[in-house]
């Protein structure tokens, strides 16, 4: 059985060797995602760093990162699986990957598509400029935002702001009760609140969207390889006008002014949610990355 340890703080550096590698991967692969969202544990196995994630009461392996071959990393992953008795279903399955699960392991695993889990990925000069007739609706949302409130400034996060942030986010969970029933949502709430408490150690760029005395929107986001940013979270105030076209407007600024290397942000999933889903759509994204799931098919009945 592979000795998973949850993720720590402590071994950023050592998992980021493995998830830098160059390739484009989708968001559970961030570490501070894996940090920060609860039922995530790691290991290193063959020079790969092996992920056992439980969400959504599933226990799921995300393919393998690292360099080199795969067949003995994924042997013993099948091995956990079965030792553990659970289903083998590996999760954050690319094309390439896919391929490559079929060349090691011809009629054994079946692919199963996951839409919803598809990351959102655009330009960052696109989302940061605005330019163009696709973008004219955001435009006028961001002059709007403007024009209602022509004091407003962007800043990043400092202690001396931190407590005024939390009373803001604590308000906005408040006024979603309802919402709140759903486990996801008091997962998401969990890990921002852990998110500020380590937004240093974990090198989070984040940036505050204030209107005089009052916080109208925050968001979040770190380097999740060396061309692109992750955004985390993005929340912001319901009843402020253009809020969050204001902060993903200055978000897109400010890491563009900061870091010039980064060319893309990716906006993370829409969980098949048809809101999320418009909204994202509704910026142009330059690609997504294909997420999806391949369960071997002796399991595929227990799953």
Known sequence: MILFQPIRIEAKKTYETYLFDGTERGCGYSFTNLFLWEGQQAAVVENHLVLFSCLSCRSVYPYPAGKGDKRPVLDAIIADAGERNIPCCLTGLREEDMQELNRLYPDKFRIHPDRDSYDYVYEINALADLKGRKYHSKKNHLNRFRELYPDAVAE??????????????????????????????????????????????????????????????VTMGSRVNPNTFDVHFEKAHPDIEGAYTAINYCFANYIRRKYPEVRFLNREEDMGIDGIRKAKLSYHPHHMIVRDRAILMEDEHEY
């Open 156 to 217: 990043p996060l400092r202690d001396s702001n931190l407590p005024a942030v939390k009373s803001m986010l604590e308000a906005w969970y408040k006024t979603r009760p309802e919402q709140l029933r759903d486990n996801n949502l008091k997962k998401e709430q969990v890990a921002l609140e852990k998110a500020l408490c380590y937004y240093k150690e974990l090198e989070l760029e984040t940036l505050v969207l204030r209107n005089n005395d009052e916080i109208v929107a």
